[in-house]
């Protein structure tokens, strides 16, 4: 009875729902009016993603989601050369990555909400900070992501939302707008703090309310307990959940 609505994307997904993750906080908001499911995959860019697309959104499902989050893009851009050269994806490879797991959503669904996010800013001292916290002095001398990096693959995908009419999240730019962003919304350079999580949480929600998917005009899956008479309670389901 409930619509679902799908995170998927890497490890800033996979870790919505620790304590103050914005996925968590996604399905309190939505609580017994849609179902919040993450697919969230640590590591993983927008090459390795395209794996999972008829597992995690199979053609053939009789419910396909209503709404899904698309966030990659922060693994895409590590830097060739560097530790994490593995996960880096070339940013033409990315645009055309995404928009082949966009077109498969709307081959499962063609009202599907879907909602782009960008990569997140790249605090640089902080990967290093967090770099020599694991490993002291063999700790990398150079960040392996940087914040000029994740702003490129971020415009690249705010253009693929452009050009594909569908809606979008410059998280990127957003962290920014704040001062002392880098220890208030990143917890190691890149993944986010509580602070952080309420960023995207806020973001999410309000991009979603200005489409159609507002929680605040959802109805109940079934009937609120104040509608419920307590000698006759059958005569609230009879009528439509409100």
Known sequence: MRPEIVLFGDSITERSFQSGGWGAALADTYSR???????GYGGYNTRWALFLLHQIFPLDSRKPPAAATIFFGANDAAILGRTSERQHVPLEEFKENLRKIVLHLK????????????????????????ARSLYGED???????????????????LELAEEMG?????????????????????????????EGNAVVLQEVVRVFKEAWFSADEMPYDFPHHSVIDGKSPEKAFEQRCI
């Open 33 to 39: 009016k849609a179902d919040v499911k993450v697919r």
């Open 107 to 130: 081959e499962c669904s063609p009202t599907i909400l879907i909602v782009l996010i960008t990569p997140p800013p790249v605090d640089e001292e902080g990967r290093n900070e967090y």
């Open 139 to 157: 700790a990398r001398k150079l960040p392996e992501r940087t914040n000029e990096a994740a702003e490129v693959y971020a415009k690249k995908c």
């Open 166 to 194: 569908i809606r979008s999240i410059n998280l990127w730019s957003k962290l920014q707008e704040t001062e002392g962003w880098q220890k208030k919304f990143l917890s190691d350079g890149l993944h986010l703090t509580p």
